[in-house]
């Protein structure tokens, strides 16, 4: 009976992680939740009418990046003091359906509770809201359960309200609560069943950050050392490497805040590629930091730090280069194993950039709050392709399926060029 039982959960695993097509974007950063897409034939040129497939009218802005899995489009919509699930044909943009995610929207700084992106691994999809809900719906809009995380691990303590995004690995939902400005709570990450929302551990995170330092609005990350697996967290001045099954920390590198400054918090999501985690932090230092250590690996396993780097946009790498665009829109490119400057101080269209940027068809696709698209050329000279401006408001970041670009404004939700395979 015991060998059944176990037999059945490792099914039901499984049917919790089917592999993404190529053509999917399954999660905020993509399949891989690195930024990178491994999709050709991109659009290159856009504008309102020119190479845009269809425009979908939203009711207000998010942070959060649409998520597409084979014909259907999924969206965490704010609209007024609602958050609401939307399910979008993705070659018509007709609206399969809607429903509600809970009451107490509300805007803090840029973003509002709609911030979190949507997960799914082809058969369920999960939204989280910055209010702390958690839902989980097959793709017919059935809702198959719901956790009010502040309700059962008390109020969420950050400055500027919650944004990170769930992470999905081995039939868990992976959730960060890092915090501190306005609480003295701990923080703490948080594993979910993905079947059925239990609580399968809840891990605190202890730092000696002050004051708003310990807030942190990453998304957590899955670095792989060897046959090891691990959740990857920055913020409260350090980064940390988690045991998926437990819990447990087994690795923690300080260095993110190295003058202890009060204000630090942390807001662009860490990139992982080949065994390294390349962590920001408030715009210096920026740490790659080795994963698989064990204990305190600040000085063991730091392979490289560099002084300049983004505070809001996420960094991507391909392994070989890294590529730091600024909030002002200032580009850094670095060689991703040395740390060694391949070309910097580089300015694109002048703007304020919170998005993060996208790597694919050998090319980068950076979005700022104008709602203009820039195109770099990736690789080792610096070179602008084009500049395509929307024209509305923008922070979410571009997500990337069969061949076109998902863009998402205040005003709407854009799907530009054709679709590779129909």
Known sequence: MKLVTMILRSLSLLALTLPASPADWPQWRGPGGNGISTERGLPVRWSQTENVTWRLPMPAWSGSTPVIWGETVFLNVADGGNLEAWAVGRNDARILWKKPLGAGNYKANKQNMSSPSPVTDGKTVWFMTGTGLVKAFDFSGNELWTRDIQKDYGKFGLNFGYGASPLLHAGGLFIPVLHGMKTDDPSYLLKLDAATGKTLWKRERPTTAVNESPDSYITPQLLRTGNRYEVVLSGGDCVTGH?????????????????????????????????????????????????????????SHVAWT??????????????????????????WVLDAKTGQQVYGGKRIRPATYSSSPVLADGKLYIGNEEGTVVVLRAGREFEVLAENALGEYMLSSPAISDGQIFLRTDKAVYCIGRRARP
């Not at 990139?271 to 962590?279: D, E, M, P, Q, S």
């Not at 590529?323 to 580009?331: A, S, V």
């Open 243 to 299: 045991d998926p099954a437990t819990g447990e920390e087994l690795w923690r590198a300080w260095g993110l805040n190295p003058t202890s400054d009060g204000f630090y918090r942390i807001i662009a999501s860490p990139a992982v590629f080949n065994g390294i985690v390349y962590a920001p932090t408030r715009v210096r230092p920026f740490l790659a930091v080795r994963g698989g250590g064990k204990g305190d690996v600040s000085k």
């Open 306 to 331: 560099f002084d300049n780097g983004p505070d809001v946009p996420s960094p991507v790498t391909d392994g070989e280069l890294l590529y730091l665009p600024t909030d002002k829109g200032i580009m």
